[in-house]
């Protein structure tokens, strides 16, 4: 492992561009709340050195791309030193950089490079399991007296022999793994590969902190904690109760209600110790992951505003994608915030097939102007902003353990969503000059940056414009929402920051619509999904076609 996760002095001093951030235009201790969030799978947005995987360098190359989008901040899926059964998620050293991404010199030139452009830089951070290659499991399996034996969930074998109890794998089978070498069993809640670590334990967290701290003196600007609801497991180590709702075809972890795996009573503490470490460096941001409905997630603000300052918000991905369905998800989210808090709205990410494919082509451009133009930080996905649907995965080149472990069930290929990010129409799409670690998405010879940057009615160019709207109007950035429809296919809303008032109407179904948006009476288009309609008036009914949106500036 290396030295890094040791004390401060080994580590620098607060760079010097973060004392200057006033002088940047990157002042402001919430950035955060008016931002746009770009998330980078790194192995699959640029390969600068022709072995088919992304890298670190590669992002620094493409960075022109993520400025031209007007992107706030970049959010980076693990890139650290790890064996790849889960593809970087199965850490071995949280201080350095796999050799397969670069060098932690590479990380720092994406740092200055990003900095220079007023873009943040946020990392995945994994707390809940390590590698079984991390020197910390591979010293606490050694014995039960060793100074770390009790840093991971080590257990007896049940009284009859056996597993301890019935907890399972989020990526199937049981999730108790036999250790010959301890004589007991430990707990992994994905791959075996995976020990989950004992957040009980305060020298976990302490260790764990000094993490956070490496990073934030090499100057990034905050982390997305991964699957932060798991990190605590019932202390009494109870069974799981059966699930009445399970169905054939489910993943089988549902067969369970995970209510002694999640969302346990004390993770909230662990939270506010993150947050803490965060703290002490200025305009940082701590995200959470979580897919949790509106309520229990809320509780992840904390009550004093002292947890994540964004628990992600997956209702995009989870529900339906109604207009009534969309409509009360706002007004249930802005109802469960605490007083102060700020939300946010994912429409996609690495873990989840493509919005193109979810929704259709059409309503990926509706999808992308809600998330734009909702009240809360959103966060992007590489390739999202090209319209690149989700990839075909041929069985034999299925990368994915979670897939691999359970073939063919709804969800569980996440090959799909990783696919290469698709630059030109060159023959493997501008991502690298060999055959890609994933194969392309079909039809990339026109699904791709160089060629819709040319189009002014692509999807890029809709990203480029909302974001720009976005940027240019406070009432879209960080103002107020009211809901004014959710029915008939149509959602409608207004954004409102003091005397400037904005009106969106989305048709969300496949036929024409007519809305009556009194409020909206006399606005002007300012932005349509589908035809030109810049500069249109609108009077009391607004007119939208299939699959479109519009934004109306409202006199």
């Known amino acids: 492992s290396s030295p890094a996760c040791l004390p401060a002095a080994a580590c620098g001093m607060v760079p010097a561009w973060r004392q200057a951030a006033g002088a940047l235009g990157m002042g402001g201790g919430e950035w955060w709340r008016g931002a746009v969030i770009y998330q980078i799978y790194p192995r699959s947005f640029f390969d600068s050195d022709g072995d088919g995987v992304g890298d670190l360098p590669g992002i620094t190359g493409r960075l022109g791309h993520v400025a031209y989008l007007g992107v706030d901040g970049i959010w980076l899926s693990p890139f650290f030193t790890s064996p790849m059964k889960d593809f970087g998620y199965d850490v071995a050293d949280y201080c350095d950089v796999d050799p397969l991404f670069g ?19 946020l990392l995945d951070f994994v707390p809940n399991h390590t590698s079984d290659q991390h020197p910390w499991f591979r010293e606490s399996r050694t014995s039960r007296d060793n100074p770390k034996a009790d840093w991971y969930m080590w257990r007896d074998p049940a009284p009859g022999g056996g597993p301890p109890n019935n907890w399972r794998s989020m990526f199937g089978g049981g999730g108790w793994k036999w250790c010959e070498e301890r004589g007991q069993y430990y707990y992994h809640a994905f791959l075996a590969e995976q020990p989950d670590l004992d957040w009980r334990n305060p020298a976990v967290v302490a260790a764990m902190h000094e993490v956070l701290r490496f990073w934030l003196r090499r100057g990034v600007d905050g982390f997305r904690v991964d699957v932060i609801w798991h990190l605590l497991k019932d202390p009494q180590w109870r069974d799981n109760p059966p699930n009445p709702d399970f169905r054939p075809g489910e993943p089988e972890v549902r067969k369970l209600l995970q209510i002694r795996t999640c969302d346990q009573p004390g993770i909230l503490d662990l939270v506010k110790g993150f947050r803490r470490v965060l703290d002490e460096f200025p305009d940082t941001a701590l995200i959470g992951e979580l897919y949790l409905d509106f309520e229990r997630l809320c509780g992840y603000y904390g009550e004093a505003l002292d947890g994540c300052h964004l628990p992600f918000n997956f209702h995009l991905i989870m529900d339906p994608w109604r207009a009534d369905v969309v409509a009360r998800s706002i007004e249930t989210y802005e109802a469960a915030l605490p007083k102060g808090a700020w939300p946010n709205w994912v429409l996609g990410n690495h873990d989840n097939g493509r919005v193109a494919s979810r929704f259709g082509r059409g309503q990926a451009r509706v999808a992308a102007m809600f998330l734009l133009t909702a009240r809360g930080t959103p966060t992007i996905f590489q390739g999202d902003e090209i319209g690149l649907e989700s990839g075909v995965i041929p069985p034999d080149l299925v990368r994915d353990p979670q897939e691999k472990n359970e073939p063919g069930l709804p969800g569980h290929d996440r090959d799909i969503a990783r696919t290469p990010m698709q630059w030109d129409a060159t023959r493997f799409a501008g991502f690298s000059t060999v055959e890609p670690w994933l194969p392309l998405v079909p039809g990339h010879e026109t699904c791709n940056v160089a060629v819709e940057a040319a189009d002014p009615r692509s999807m890029l160019t809709l990203y480029r414009r909302l974001i720009a709207l976005r940027r240019a109007r406070p009432a879209l950035a960080i103002g107020d929402v009211m809901v004014l429809t959710g029915a008939n296919d149509v959602l409608a809303y207004m954004r409102c920051r003091g005397d400037e008032r904005v009106c969106i109407a989305l048709n969300l179904g496949a036929s024409p619509r007519e809305v009556a948006l009194p409020e909206a009476a006399g606005g002007r288009i300012v932005l349509s999904t589908g035809l ?19 934004v109306i500036e409202v006199a």
């Open 103 to 121: 060098t932690l010199a590479d990380l720092d030139a994406l740092i200055a490079d990003a900095h220079a452009r007023d873009i943040r830089i």
């Open 532 to 550: 030109d309609r810049d500069g249109e008036t609108v009077g009391e009914t607004v007119s939208l076609g299939p699959d479109e949106g519009v």
